[in-house]
Nanobody
Framework: QVQLVESGGGLVQAGDSLRLSCAASGRTCTKCNMGWFRQAPGKEREFVAAVGWSAGKTIYAEFAKGRFTVSRDNAKNTVDLQMNSLQPEDTAVYSC???????????????????WGQGTRVTVSA
């Protein structure tokens, strides 16, 4: 079992930046692809960004492109999400997730992800 714990959420103003971090522990999953998802109040959980196990491939949701950057440090078993130019519509609970990489594909579809963290809340005020 892989445990994922997010940190770094908080209350910020529009235009500010935040850096979220996800720490993995438990069963080592060195070839796990890692993703970030978010769920705003009253909305479905949606994909934000993901990074392949080798950190060689990243994918982003359209709204994240140019503002968010996902990265990972396999030596530390962490994956970060740098979020810049935050807007009120970015308010959500952000969760990291993981799945064992198969055939090198990095997926945005949440059904591929087997392990999930509890999430960290991000609130952006206008």
């Amino acid at each position: 079992q892989v445990q994922l714990v997010e940190s770094g959420g908080g209350l910020v103003q529009a235009g500010d930046s935040l850096r979220l971090s996800c720490a993995a522990s438990g069963r080592t999953c060195t070839k796990c692809n890692m993703g970030w998802f978010r769920q705003a109040p009253g909305k479905e959980r949606e994909f934000v960004a993901a990074v392949g196990w080798s950190a060689g491939k990243t994918i982003y949701a359209e709204f994240a492109k140019g503002r968010f950057t996902v990265s990972r440090d396999n030596a530390k078993n962490t994956v970060d999400l740098q979020m810049n130019s935050l807007q009120p519509e970015d308010t959500a609970v952000y969760s990291c997730a993981a799945y064992l990489s198969i055939a090198g594909q990095v997926h945005a579809d949440r059904s591929y992800y087997d392990y999930w963290g509890q999430g960290t809340r991000v609130t952006v005020s206008a």
